[in-house]
């Protein structure tokens, strides 16, 4: 029992791990199990890739801390470049943090620095982050809001189409869900004041869900129009989660502000926002900074997770393994109806909704779902959603074939057992 540990921290299990590789980690005692967490989307070139942390070894010799205020390292400029080449058009200079809610918020202080406006917008279901800005700028769960408001002001939340909830259509829900950013435009705030729009292309924590084509181009659209950045937080779906390098690219969309954290340096504390050279340029010097962001340590292990993933097949496997998981959750659900309701994704971010004989969501039975897998077949998986009712499946990007189909049988047996 850890007695000088916080409890703050939610456990998924209580298993004390000592070796990672791929996609399995192996536990104090010697046993293995299969990963399908990525610790939260993090390490998608799998535990341990031998080419980072040969860089994090290597880099560790030379300097660990270089201080980008007080000097700059051979690092920072060559991640920088390489981001250019692989973000999308017009993204071209880059600020460097700790964590997605520090880029988050490095991305709002950007925005109101270059437009002189002071407000944004976000989704509902959204999460950017626990610190007190993104808390407020985050609905996927009341958890992360609960007793510790006031929150700050000047966030409005806009509704998002998800179609499982709501139980339209999706062409219905893409033109109520416009109409009524249309209409807190108007009623709530005005684009005169509002600054941003902060829009993750798959909703994370908030359930999984791929935002629509005809939502996302109608929102840039919008935010156009009325001289709004439009900021895209990729830092679950992006560095290949969603089987393209950034979920943007399923568009064919250049945000204004792209926002980067997770799967950047497979596992070292990395985040990066990234932005044209003319918005860049708005943002004065020394009116923000950090401690650590930039390590050379960090870049290095970014630099060589870049080389993974662009190397030759590495998205294209990542696609085919997300195409091979995804069809035998289908094989599931034709085989359990009354308890897979859906479901849903892109490449390796995958959801199932899981529901009681009434199509209501279930949370007792996602628990127990995840107990099984866990206890029974040695595999670790999440919920999230707004109910706790919905399997979310983010396995390494180097999962195998064999490890997907057993993964799936074990789901299966896991539905069945707790009927």
């Not at 893409?174 to 108007?186: G, H, I, N, P, Q």
């Not at 992006?238 to 393209?244: A, S």
């Not at 359990?336 to 039975?365: C, F, K, T, Y």
């Amino acid at each position: 029992m850890d007695q000088h540990l916080a409890d703050v921290w939610f456990q998924l299990s209580g298993l004390e791990v000592s070796y990672g590789e791929g996609a399995v980690v192996t536990t104090t005692d010697g046993v293995d199990h299969l990963d399908l967490t990525s610790g939260i989307g993090v390490v998608n070139t799998g535990h341990c890739h031998p080419d980072v942390v040969a860089a994090i070894r290597e880099q560790a010799g030379r300097f660990i801390h270089a201080q980008v205020n007080c000097y700059r390292h051979d690092q920072l400029e060559p991640l920088a470049a390489k981001l250019a080449e692989i973000t999308p058009d017009g993204i071209e200079r880059f600020f460097f943090s700790n964590s997605g809610a520090e880029a988050t918020e490095a991305a709002v202080k950007l925005a109101k620095q270059a437009t002189g406006k002071p407000a944004g917008i976000v989704f509902q279901g959204s999460f950017h982050g626990r610190t007190h800005l993104t808390m407020a700028m985050t609905t996927s769960k009341s958890v992360y809001r609960v007793g510790h408001s006031p929150l700050p002001s000047g966030i409005f939340v806009a509704p998002f189409p998800y179609t499982f909830v709501t139980g339209e259509t999706e062409e219905d829900a893409v033109a109520r869900c416009l109409k009524e950013f249309d209409l807190l435009l108007k009623t709530q705030t005005s684009p005169s004041e509002v600054g941003w729009v902060m829009l993750e292309p798959v909703l994370g924590e908030g359930g999984y869900v791929p935002a629509p084509p005809a939502f996302v181009a109608g929102i840039v659209e919008r935010c156009r129009e009325h001289g709004i950045l439009f900021v895209a937080d990729e830092v679950q779906t992006g560095f290949g989660r969603t089987g393209e390098l950034f979920a943007c690219q399923h568009h064919g969309l250049a945000p204004d502000i792209l926002v980067m954290a997770k799967g950047i340096a497979s596992g070292f504390p990395m985040s990066a926002i990234g932005a044209s050279a003319e918005l860049m340029d708005r943002w004065p010097t020394g009116s923000h900074g950090g401690t650590y962001g930039g390590n050379p340590m960090a870049c290095a292990a970014a630099l060589a997770t870049i080389d993974v993933m662009t190397g030759r097949g590495f998205l294209e496997h990542a696609r085919q393994m997300g195409d091979r998981f995804l069809a035998g959750l289908e094989r599931v659900r034709g085989s359990h109806p009354d308890a897979v309701a859906e479901n849903r994704g892109l490449g390796l971010m995958l959801a199932s909704e899981i529901v009681d004989a009434d199509g209501r969501p279930d949370a007792a039975r996602a628990g127990a779902i995840l107990a099984h897998l866990l206890e029974e077949e040695r595999i670790l998986a999440m919920t999230c959603g707004p109910f706790g009712s919905t399997v979310r499946w983010i396995p390494p990007l180097v999962i195998t074939e064999r490890q997907v189909d057993g993964a799936i049988q074990a789901f299966n047996n896991a539905v069945a057992a707790t009927a």
